[in-house]
């Protein structure tokens, strides 16, 4: 079984989603039912985001400081930081794109041989060797190194922050999600099917909220809208998924399937104060099946990221909000039209 080693620096990838994305992008996971790709971001791409050519100028230019940690085998490595994120990133020395994941201590082609018939691999980018790796019910995009002597796990994207990993392994079969479920099937009875935790008077508006309790920008979302929750100006049902393992190395499995063995009234508390880890080694029975259905049900309205808002309309249509609402009232407004 191979093993991944993160970097020394000890700390949980999330993408360089600092001015790319205010969601958690999904990864493709048969296993847990997550949806489309490699991360990660992570990124939910800003159409308008000019390519500036420099991957790194991208960072900075959306607010994030750098501290360089000089060279891993042929890429420039550093860490981009604001006060609440951390991003360890990989470039080239063009500057033209750039890796966030895992650093792994192995010659890339002895991992390409010893991979076999797992592996598949995808065209390269700007020279950038990579390979789409099965690994049971789970996957990896690994990245060779400009000397090969080493790789990263993990997603790469170019200088205006385009999924490039996603564009790589769409026409791989498995890797992105055929079912698709259009908004016209997407009815209260499927929103109340999903499993969850509900917080708020069952009488105010009221949306689903799909999150990764992993997921950074799921907490604040819910931190942001818990006022009004507690005003009873909003009632969420928030539904849980795992979209972060292939960043946090199975952590999100874990924290959903310990967030569903809550009573639904208890879960979004337990969520929120930080509590899933009493019960993350030892879930409830129905857990797993449960974030496997929530999981599948994301897969089929085809999830970018978490957090997304969803609601029925009083016309009978889906309303869909993806990332942070932080017009809170204007928000709260488009629930109840």
């Given at each position: ?6 970097l ?50 991208h960072l ?59 592996a ?36 790469l ?22 079912v ?36 950074m ?57 930080g ?28 999830l ?25 009232e ?8």
């Amino acid at each position: 079984m191979l093993r991944f080693y993160p970097l020394a620096l000890a700390v949980t990838l999330v993408a360089p989603t600092f001015a790319w994305a205010q969601q958690c992008a999904v990864s493709t996971d048969s296993k847990t039912g997550s949806p489309a790709t490699a991360v990660p971001p992570p990124l939910v791409q800003h159409e308008n985001t000019p390519d500036t050519g420099d991957a790194l100028k991208h960072l900075t230019g959306s607010g994030a400081q750098l501290s360089g940690q000089g060279q891993f085998h042929g890429f420039e490595t550093g860490v981009a930081y604001t006060p609440d994120r951390v991003f360890v990133y990989f470039m080239p020395k063009d500057r033209k794109s750039i890796l966030g994941g895992t650093a792994i201590p192995v010659p890339y082609d002895t991992l390409r041989s010893l991979s076999g018939k797992r592996a598949t691999d995808i065209e390269p980018w700007q020279g950038i060797r990579g390979m789409f790796l099965q690994n049971g019910t789970h996957f990896q995009v690994i990245y060779a190194t400009p000397d090969a002597q080493a790789a990263i796990a993990g997603s790469l994207w170019d200088a205006s922050g385009r999924d490039i990993t996603r564009q790589q392994i769409q026409h791989i079969p498995g890797a992105v999600p055929t079912v698709r479920m259009d908004n016209a099937q997407i009815t209260q009875t499927a929103l109340a099917a999903l499993h969850g935790g509900d917080v708020g008077l069952a009488s105010a508006p009221s949306a689903v909220m799909l999150i990764d309790p992993q997921c950074m920008y799921s907490i604040r979302a819910a931190q942001n809208l818990m006022p009004l929750v507690q005003s009873g100006k909003l009632h969420l049902k928030v539904v849980p998924l795992s979209v972060l393992d292939y960043e946090d190395r199975g952590e999100s499995t874990l924290n959903a399937k310990a967030m569903l063995s809550y009573l639904p009234q208890e879960m979004v508390r337990a969520w929120i104060d930080g509590h899933l880890h009493e019960r993350a080694d030892s879930p409830s029975a129905e857990a797993t099946d449960q974030l496997e259905s929530n999981g599948a049900f994301a897969k089929s309205i085809s999830l970018k990221g978490t957090p997304t808002f969803l609601w029925i309309k009083k016309d009978g249509s889906l309303g869909r909000f993806e990332g942070n609402p932080t017009d809170k009232e204007s928000f709260v407004r488009e629930l109840s039209k």
